[in-house]
């Protein structure tokens, strides 16, 4: 079957377009930060900070790459969107297939623990990289500016 390519749109949020993102992993999850503007001064073409940081967690974290774009369209969507924050979901994902049965491959007593999981292909992006992660689910939300994070960014 064919990998399939499905954007899943977060209402009502901006993501910076220009900005990259900043990744953090504890454990098995992984957070995802980035910049947003305001939705309501966007539309009225005026760039103004959201306030807040948008951040994707995705949950139960198997595999991750990371990708700097290429001349070569890695991530083809032929549908035109209008989405300002948004992420991608493959579905029949030969990387998802791939990484399963060698985990169960080389782990046969992986696959009993892990049955309660349903792990999905997630595809985040940024500026100039391509996030992509396997994992069981992603959440977003609006998180607090903190310090330390745009300390981070200050010089980027």
Same mark, same amino acid.
């Given at each position: 079957? #064919?990998?399939? *390519? *499905? *954007? ?7 993501? +910076? ?6 990744? $953090?992993? &504890?454990?098995? $999850? ?15 073409? @005026? ?10 967690? &995705?949950e139960?974290?198997?595999? &991750? ?5 290429? @001349? ?11 989405? #300002?924050?948004?992420?991608? $979901? &493959?579905?029949?994902?030969?990387w ?7 985990r169960?491959?080389?782990?046969? +007593?992986?696959?009993? !623990? ?6 999905r ?5 940024? !500026?100039?990289?391509w996030? $992509?992660? *396997? ?9 607090? @500016? ?11």
């Open positions: 079957m #064919k990998a399939e *390519i *499905i *954007i899943r749109p977060i209402d009502q949020v901006w993501q +910076d377009p220009q900005s990259f993102c900043m990744t $953090e992993f &504890i454990r098995d $999850e992984l957070f995802y930060y980035f910049k947003c503007w305001d939705y309501q001064f966007m539309l009225d073409g @005026k760039v103004q900070d959201a306030g807040f940081l948008g951040c994707f967690t &995705i139960n974290m198997l595999a &991750i790459r990371h990708t700097r774009f290429t @001349k070569q369209t890695t991530y083809p969507v032929e549908t035109e969107h209008d989405c #300002k924050c948004y992420y991608y $979901e &493959i579905t029949h994902s030969p998802l297939r791939d990484t399963l049965a060698n169960t491959q080389h782990d046969p +007593d992986w696959a009993d !623990a892990n049955q309660q999981h349903s792990y292909h997630f595809v985040l992006e940024n !500026a100039k990289y996030v $992509e992660v *396997i994992g069981s689910n992603l959440v977003f939300e609006k998180r607090k @500016k903190d310090r330390q994070r745009m300390q981070l960014w200050k010089h980027f």
